[in-house]
């Protein structure tokens, strides 16, 4: 099985998906505008694709709604976001060090996207979140994964 390495830009956290991927999708909402400086790109997969290989630097922070985000503390890359006591991993594409055998398929949140691009790739997109593609039912009835709260001291 194909492995696909990632990492934040100190590598202070360093992961392991175990492939094939899915499809990413970008997702334009207020929080990824905030987190990403532009909007985001990420992919999902479950935990058991998922192995962090070090997290010494791994920070979680939860939003309003109950959405969990990860990041480096030390360098500041946003790396993941989960819904909380969830399972289930969004990976930020761009945190991946290796090439990714996987595309774009669509645009999430577009409702809430600022003004200052376009989008013109032709690629769908969705005014919310589309829970038909972006979120897997079968990720999610599970307990979060345990290793992330091992983190959390
Ligand atoms: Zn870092
Ligand atoms: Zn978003």
């Given at each position: 099985?194909?492995?696909?390495?990632?990492?934040?830009?100190?590598?202070?956290?360093?992961?392991?998906?175990?492939?094939?991927?899915?499809?990413?999708?970008?997702?334009?909402?207020?929080?990824?505008?905030?987190?990403?400086?532009?909007?985001?790109?990420?992919?999902?997969?479950?935990s058991?694709q998922?192995?962090?290989?070090?997290?010494?630097?791994?920070?979680?922070?939860?939003?309003?709604d109950?959405?969990?985000?990860?990041?480096?503390?030390?360098?500041?890359?946003?790396?993941?976001?989960?819904?909380?006591?969830?399972?289930?991993?969004?990976?930020?594409?761009?945190?991946?060090?290796?090439?990714?055998?996987?595309?774009?398929?669509?645009?999430?949140?577009?409702?809430?996207?600022?003004?200052?691009?376009?989008?013109?790739?032709?690629?769908?997109?969705?005014?919310?979140?589309?829970l038909?593609?972006?979120?897997k039912?079968?990720?999610?009835?599970k307990?979060?994964?345990?290793?992330?709260?091992?983190?959390e001291?």
């Amino acid at each position: 099985m194909k492995t696909y390495a990632g990492s934040c830009l100190c590598k202070g956290v360093t992961f392991e998906v175990t492939g094939p991927l899915q499809d990413f999708q970008t997702c334009h909402c207020i929080q990824c505008r905030k987190t990403s400086g532009h909007y985001a790109a990420n992919v999902t997969v479950s935990s058991l694709q998922m192995e962090l290989l070090r997290y010494d630097s791994l920070k979680w922070f939860t939003s309003m709604d109950q959405v969990e985000k990860g990041f480096c503390s030390d360098c500041g890359s946003s790396l993941f976001w989960s819904f909380a006591g969830r399972d289930g991993w969004n990976v930020a594409a761009g945190v991946f060090d290796d090439q990714l055998d996987a595309k774009i398929s669509h645009h999430s949140f577009t409702a809430e996207k600022s003004d200052y691009y376009t989008l013109d790739d032709g690629l769908p997109q969705a005014p919310l979140f589309d829970l038909e593609v972006s979120v897997k039912p079968s990720f999610y009835p599970k307990p979060k994964p345990t290793h992330k709260t091992d983190n959390e001291q």
